[in-house]
């Protein structure tokens, strides 16, 4: 049953892959039209040769005799040559389109689905699945799938120029060309299963590896260096073993083509050598089998296999697509909820006035539910607090009004239901703060103008002042274009959240989430963050996550979240 089903999984995502080439139609059959006419100059070519060996061997003709034929032949070759060439580049942009094609699904489902549905997976498995899966799609569509059409065409138009001259030559070929796609198939059934499995390896090996390399520092605080380097070394073990495995169908697949290749060209030649020789006395059709009629036969039965040679070289990178797709179509096939980047979709023209929900129950990406039911309402000015111990849903509750989880029940924006907004338009709306915000690998300009790349350096200097970051930038050498490497790895924690606020005050907002700001912080630190939101935010609307009060921010609400239920315990 597990075998069917695999097979049923191989035939669907073998009918993905065409699908997406088929917004590139014209590429691929100019590719197949190249390959056409490639294959006529051969057969040009071969008759040109032919001819010439007749007329030196049978006819006993000069040079100049074969002159013409000489040059038309190396004419020929030159015109194939440039052709191949033209193909080549052809199929080298039908992969290249199809790949950024299919890189922007992925990149817009992550976007879609939100920071929820990116901490589902480890860095290195999305990067392996952007980069290297992607990549192993390219020879699918550059070689596999022009392949495809070509071997049935290029064979069949050798056989019909063939069968004019001799009718065995062809029906030997015609008999032993079957026994290639045979086998090229009996050997490549376990190829995808087997590519699907190293794929699998790489992944693990990619987020196992850069995970451990993140926590190096803890790594070697509890003495766990050594273990963590073994584990290391059995997932790159694995990775290689499965790799090997992968090259042994690979060569064995070429093994085997060249095998039924060689067989059916020497069955081609021993036919014309016995001719030759008076022991066959059939083929031709006027009693004798001619010079030219053999040289021409054996100069095409190798071009004749060629494209089925070449389809057959070409079969692991269909295995190789087929397992890539495995991870790529079921990435792309996940549950996430519409985000609302659609035209149809209602814009808040409006001032936030009201924010209700009606048994809200918020889901998780794979549609679980993890806080609710919710009954509440928020009626402008606010400032809200929302307390209660971890795994209680207060995150999940700003994640929700951020649109990055989807949810059942109601809930309205000014009266208009949520999931009717325009997603985009609505976080114009809005401002977030979370515990440890993400700064780009870039200078502090460039992550205080990520909310606003057209604001003015006055007003640049001005949410500087207000964030308290002056004084520190003051001191740097390169002042606001100091680069603050990756993670932010050349700040402290404080000063990257004061990057941070500085970013957030940048962009103008009715509603301010604030995600446990200070939690991260020492007490000092805490306390001179907290001052620097309520001396910058007592206009705006608020709704804080946190475990304990601030001395500095005055709530008008305060709500504690028990047993994923609201309860309001008092008001300041």
């Known amino acids: 049953m597990s075998a069917s089903l695999d097979k049923q999984r191989q ?10 080439a088929k917004q590139h139609k014209k590429l691929l059959m100019l590719s197949v039209l190249t390959g056409f006419i490639s294959a006529i100059g051969i057969v040009a070519q071969a008759a040109l040769f032919a001819l ?78 952007l980069i290297e899966q992607i990549e192993d799609l390219q020879d699918f569509y550059a070689r596999y799938l022009p392949q495809m059409r070509l071997a049935t065409i290029i064979p069949i138009l050798i056989l019909i120029v063939i069968v004019p001259f001799n009718w ?32 699998k390896a790489l992944a693990y090996l990619s987020g196992h590896f850069l995970d451990r390399l993140k926590g190096l520092h803890t790594i070697r605080l509890f003495n766990q260096g050594k273990n963590q380097a073994n584990a290391i070394h059995q997932a790159a073990e694995s990775f290689r073993i499965r790799t090997m495995n992968v090259l042994k169908v690979a060569f064995l697949s070429s093994a085997v083509l060249e095998f039924f290749t060689s067989v ?87 001032e936030i006035q009201t924010i209700e929900a009606q048994d809200l129950i918020i889901l998780s990406p794979d549609n679980k ?51 009717t907004l325009d997603i985009d338009n609505w ?25 606003d790349r057209d604001a003015s350096e006055q007003r640049l200097n001005q949410v500087v002042k207000q964030a308290q970051l002056d004084s520190f930038i003051t001191q740097l050498p390169d002042g606001l274009e100091t680069q603050i490497g990756e993670d932010a790895v050349r700040l402290s924690i404080g000063q990257a959240q004061r990057i941070a606020i ?7 907002c009715q509603l301010l989430l604030l995600d446990e700001p200070t939690a991260s912080l020492d007490k000092q630190t805490a306390q001179d963050i907290d001052a620097i939101l309520a001396s910058n935010y ?33 008001k300041a």
């Open 369 to 419: 539910p993890i806080v609710g039911p919710l009954n509440f309402t928020l009626k402008t000015p606010f400032k809200l607090a929302l307390m209660g111990v971890s795994g209680e849903g207060k995150s999940s509750l700003l994640n929700v009004l951020l649109g990055f989880l989807p949810y059942q029940g109601s809930l309205k924006i000014n009266q208009i239901e949520f999931h």
């Open 52 to 129: 010439i060996l007749q007329e030196l061997i049978i006819e006993g003709g000069h040079f100049s005799t074969i002159l013409p034929y000489f040059i038309a032949l190396m004419g020929v070759f030159v015109f194939r040559t440039l052709l191949t060439y033209a193909r080549e580049q052809i199929n080298f942009l039908m992969g290249q389109s199809l790949r950024r094609s299919v890189r922007e699904q992925l990149i817009n489902k992550i976007e879609q689905g939100g920071p929820i549905s990116i901490s589902q997976h480890t860095s290195g498995g999305l990067s392996t699945l």
């Open 264 to 350: 059916s060209i020497a069955v081609v030649a021993v036919y014309f050598g016995f001719s030759y020789l008076g022991e066959l006395n059939f083929g031709a059709y006027n009693g004798v089998v001619t010079l030219f009629a053999g040289f021409f036969a054996l100069i095409l039965a190798p071009e004749f296999f060629q494209p089925l040679r070449d389809l057959g070289t070409y079969y692991h990178a269909k295995a190789q697509a087929i397992a890539a797709a495995d991870n790529i179509e079921g990435f792309l096939a996940s549950n996430t909820h519409d985000t609302g980047h659609h035209t149809d979709k209602t814009h808040l023209i409006n």
């Open 168 to 199: 065995a030559a062809a029906l030997i070929l015609f008999c032993t060309a079957p026994l290639i796609p045979i086998f090229m198939v009996l050997v490549g059934m376990g190829a995808a299963d087997v590519n699907r499995k190293n794929f």
């Open 502 to 508: 500085a970013r957030a005050l940048l962009k103008p």
């Open 538 to 570: 007592q206009s705006h609307n608020i709704i804080m996550v946190t475990h304990q009060m601030t001395e500095s921010m005055s709530f008008d609400q305060i709500w504690q979240l028990r047993n994923h239920q609201i309860h309001i315990d008092q």
């Open 11 to 20: 035939k669907q995502l073998l009918t993905w892959l065409k699908q997406q």
């Open 427 to 451: 976080r114009s709306q809005l401002s977030w703060l979370g515990q440890n915000p993400y700064l780009l690998n870039g200078s502090i300009r460039d992550n205080i103008l990520l909310a």
